[in-house]
Structures are given as C-alpha cells and as structure tokens.
C-alpha cells in the first residue's frame, strides 16, 4: 500500500531553514509545495533556481490558511514561534518547529493543547536528540557500563553567527538541556554565571550547574566568544567514563576506564595516576541528525504517533529556560572581603 504524500510548507527560509529545505526534499513522500520567507530577495532566488516549490510568499497565513497543505515546517527567529505555530494548528496543520519552542511557558502551553484537542502531530527541532551518538550514549548508560552516573560536563562554543534576537543561552543551551534531559529526566536545582563581553545587555558567556534527582550534577559551558569550534560531553560514571566529541562529521565517542577514579579512599596517590583509555567505539552507523528529525516527524504524522522531542517536551525545556534567565534577575552573587 503506497503511502500518502505528505504537502508541506516551509516558513523561513534562512540558514536552518535552507538546511530543512534540502533535507526535506529528499523524502519521496514529501512534497514541499510552499515557502514563505519575510525577505523577497530570498524567494526570488528561490524561484529563480527551478526548486520544484508551487508558490512562494511572504505573509505565513497564506500557507496555514491553503487547505492543500498538511504540515507546516517553521525556522524563523524565536519571537515569531508562538504566532505561526498557533495559526499553524488552529487550521490543522501538523508542525515541525524549530528551537527553542517558545520563548514563554503560556504560549508553549497553549500550543500543546491546541495540538493534543485536534489530533495533531507537535514537534520540535532538538535535532542532537537524533545523533546516533547521543542515542549510543543513552543506551550505554542504561546497560550500566559506566555505573552510577556521578558527572557530565559539556562544552559548546565557537566563533561565527553573533545574533541579535537572542543570547548564547537561548542559542545554545536548548541543545545541551534536551540532551540532559534525554539522559537524565528534569533537574531539581539550578544555578549560572554570565557574561556579557561584547553588549552588555546580551550574554554571550554562560556557565550552568544543574543537580539532579540521582545525585549527579551538570555542568553546561557556553560562548560565543571563542575562536574554535567545540562540541563535547562528558560523562563520569563510578566505572567509566563516555567522552563525545561532535565537531567533525562523524562524531568521536571514547570510554575511559576509571580505574581508582572517584573511588572513596584515603590512599590520595591514587587519584593521580592516569586514567586509562578502554576503547574507542567504532562501526556506529552514521546518520544525519536532521534527517533523522525529518524522517520521524513525517513517521509520527504518518503512524498517528508522538515524537521524542514532541511539544510536551518543548515546554520542559523551555520552562527550565526560563528558569535559568530568572537567575539573572535574582542573582545570588556573593561578595568576598
């Protein structure tokens, strides 16, 4: 039985939603038949380059109001997320809607009910939920390999797309907490340091802490600061320890032995003697995390199912989002004399 076509349109057509473009077009049970993006130039240009699309425009209620399109892809800046999203699912679109949801708990809310009450598929672009890497990750940890999880540290950082309608932490950390939160459920404290370098009323430097209910902690550096490209996570377990390391196309995944590491013992020489490299996994089939994304919004719309990083999802992120800008407000900073 041959699958039904799947129309979708697609609102934004920048740097993400240039990349959803190209992936999207190679699904055969896709068809892109509408893109809608507020700069003319760019859909002139699309235009000229014979993509395949219907028509374009550059008002999105064209798109959620034509009753042959089934799903609405959306990459346009945060602020513009809740409007599109609601017209998108008040006229029975199914959406795909980049991060970070929302930028307000309400709002997130309100699309979660509007999707749940009419049947439709509400999902979010965590596209590292969808590296095969962070999935090999989770898998490890659940066998036990690494014991109990002790510490994980992430760093995500470099040079290039400075924005101006939002900071580093809006930017960045939507990725890191999705994967925390994939790992190891919802934090129950918080804490942060921020910078502001370069505007001193946007952060482009952020250190994160999280606890959580096992014991562990976390600890999450962002910048937009600095000169190279760094993508990485650790996690120390009472056995083991998983190092991911995401900056080239296929991604580096080593697991240390901890040998003494982080066992109780008054003999403090052997915290120093150098942990032990086990192994270096290989052979992990490597697959585009867009393309994963893609692939299993259009399997949710087509198998009635909900997706991992469904809305319900997106509103557990965003509010610990909020919660992380609210520390800026009631900064508990101590001074030392």
Not at 98 to 122: C, Q, S
């Amino acid at each position: 039985m041959q699958k039904q076509k799947l129309f979708v349109a697609l609102v934004g057509y920048g740097y993400w939603g240039k990349r959803l473009f190209k992936t999207l077009k190679k699904f055969q049970s896709v068809s892109i038949v509408a893109v809608c993006d507020k700069n003319q130039r760019v859909l002139n240009g699309l235009q000229s380059l014979g993509s395949g699309v219907q028509f374009v425009t550059n008002k999105y209620r064209d798109v959620v109001s034509n009753k042959d399109i089934n799903a609405v892809v959306i990459a346009t800046p945060q602020e513009t997320h809740y409007q599109i999203a609601k017209a998108s699912l008040q006229s029975g679109k199914h959406v795909l809607l980049e991060k970070p949801m929302t930028t307000k708990k309400r709002h997130a809310r309100t699309l979660n009910k509007l999707a749940d009450k009419n049947k439709l598929i509400l999902m979010i672009d965590h596209t590292y939920l969808y590296a095969p890497e962070i999935r090999a990750a989770k898998q490890i940890i659940g066998s036990g390999a690494l014991g109990d999880i002790r510490l994980i540290e992430t760093a995500r950082a470099g040079p290039g797309q400075y924005k101006h309608d939002c900071d580093v932490i809006w930017d960045f950390a939507p990725h890191d907490i999705s994967i925390l939160y994939y790992l190891l459920g919802i934090p129950i404290e918080l804490s942060a340091i921020h910078s502001c370098k370069l505007n001193q009323h946007r952060i482009d430097i952020s250190n994160l802490s999280f606890k959580f209910a096992n014991g562990c902690d976390a600890y999450v550096y962002l910048s937009w600061l600095s000169p190279i490209k760094l993508r990485r996570i650790l996690i120390i377990g009472a056995k083991k320890t998983l190092m991911i390391e995401q900056t080239g196309i296929t991604s580096k995944i080593d697991i240390y032995s901890n040998s003494y590491y982080l066992k109780q013992s008054n003999q403090t020489d052997k915290y120093r003697r150098r942990v032990k490299n086990v192994q270096r996994l290989s052979g992990l089939p490597y697959s585009e995390p867009l393309r994963n994304v893609c692939h299993e919004f259009v399997q949710s719309i087509s198998g009635r199912t909900q997706p991992l990083s469904n809305g319900h999802l997106g509103y557990k992120i965003v509010s610990i989002m909020l919660a992380i800008h609210r520390l800026q407000r009631h900064s508990s900073r101590l001074t030392l004399n």
